[in-house]
């Protein structure tokens, strides 16, 4: 049996699918056999930032149309061990995803795989509702912005009411808050909400913080997930995330302001 | 201002604001997400009555479903009429 773990925020555009390929990566890193499942259908992005763009030849919504198989359909990461990624398809719109269809296909990979990590589409509409319905647990990445942090909340409320787990009376999604593009800088000048300030107010533990970094934009652009950039900050907090989502207790780096010395400020780093 | 208070810094903390005002939207949303489907329609069909009688504004209307116990919940209704003077 995996475990499935959504990937979610309610607002786009705050490093859902950058974070789920980094954590997806990450586990696989660790020995777990993952696959990452796009869920946003009709705005396929995952397999950019995976840089598997052009190995796509089916899609979730085949496989879940009978089109194709899941063997077919999923790829298989070139770097790293263990990894597959289900895409979504480009055509079709969100809501060829059926319940049915993809508790289907879930149960299909949970037999395989040890887990699997729901890559959600922005927004509350059909495909994120879909993409966190049979989820065992919960990343909410956010921003420390108001309007990201609203929408976070939005989402809490959706876990809780709107999962099967909560249809089903069983016990509830286990939820984690994931602060991205943080800038200690800016906390300090009372410009940016801190980490205590955005778990006081979502009140979930917190799973890790990764800093505002070039690296990311670098990844992306390259198609490389970001955590295999080994040396970056932004790789090295996706590090410790994995690890304490597999329930390692490991310190909080990069939340305050790192002093440039003299040679660094004068050569730059 | 004294010449103190020139070099002190008067710009308002913006993060602090920002907390302030997510921890009361916040507050406000999870409220009404715990209340029954019901209660938004009933705050409008309320207020549409009153409405007839009394010109108020829509925010000047308050319900609320206050769970006490397990066997007892109450609706409070929190309305404030205009000034008659002005």
């Known amino acids: 049996m995996a475990k499935i773990i959504v990937v979610t925020s309610g607002k786009g555009g705050v490093g859902k699918t950058t974070s789920s390929a980094a954590i997806g990566t990450g586990l696989a890193l660790a020995g777990k056999k993952t696959v990452i499942v796009d869920f946003d259908i009709g705005l396929r992005n995952l397999d950019l930032i995976m840089g598997c763009e052009r190995r796509v030849v089916y899609d979730f919504v085949n496989v879940i149309n009978g089109e194709a198989n899941l063997k077919q359909t999923l790829i298989k990461d070139k770097r790293v061990d263990n990894l597959f990624i289900l895409p979504a398809s480009q055509t079709r719109d969100k809501d060829a995803l059926t319940k049915e269809g993809v508790e289907r296909v879930l149960n299909e990979l949970s037999a395989e795989f040890d887990f699997i990590i729901c890559d959600s589409p922005a927004g509350i509409e059909s495909g994120a509702m879909m993409a966190l319905y049979f989820a065992d647990e919960a990343v909410v990445v956010t921003n420390p912005e108001v309007s990201s942090v609203r929408d976070s909340d939005r989402i809490l409320g959706m876990l809780s009411s709107k999962s099967r787990r909560a249809e089903q009376g069983l016990e509830g999604i286990k939820e984690h808050l994931l602060l991205t593009r943080y800038n200690p800088e800016r906390v300090i000048k009372g410009e940016m909400l801190s980490v205590e300030d955005v778990k006081e107010i979502l009140a979930i533990e917190l799973v890790g913080v990764i800093p505002e970094s070039q690296a990311v934009l670098n990844a992306s652009n390259s198609g490389q997930p970001v955590i295999l950039d080994e040396e970056s900050d932004a790789g090295q907090a996706y590090l410790d995330t994995v690890k304490r989502l597999l329930g390692e207790a490991v310190p909080f780096r990069f939340l305050t302001v790192e002093k440039k010395g003299f040679i660094k400020r004068l050569f730059g780093g | ?86």
């Open chain 2, 1 to 86: 201002m004294s010449l103190l208070d020139y070099f002190r810094s008067t710009k308002k903390n913006t993060a602090s604001t920002a907390k302030e005002r997510l921890q009361i939207i916040v507050a406000h949303e999870r409220k009404r997400r715990s209340g029954p489907d019901y209660l938004p329609q009933l705050e409008r069909d309320i207020l549409e009555v009153i409405r007839k009688y009394v010109d108020i504004p829509a925010d000047q209307v308050a319900v609320s479903l206050e769970q006490r116990g397990d066997e007892l919940s109450v609706l409070e209704l929190n309305i404030t009429f205009p000034d008659e003077k002005r």
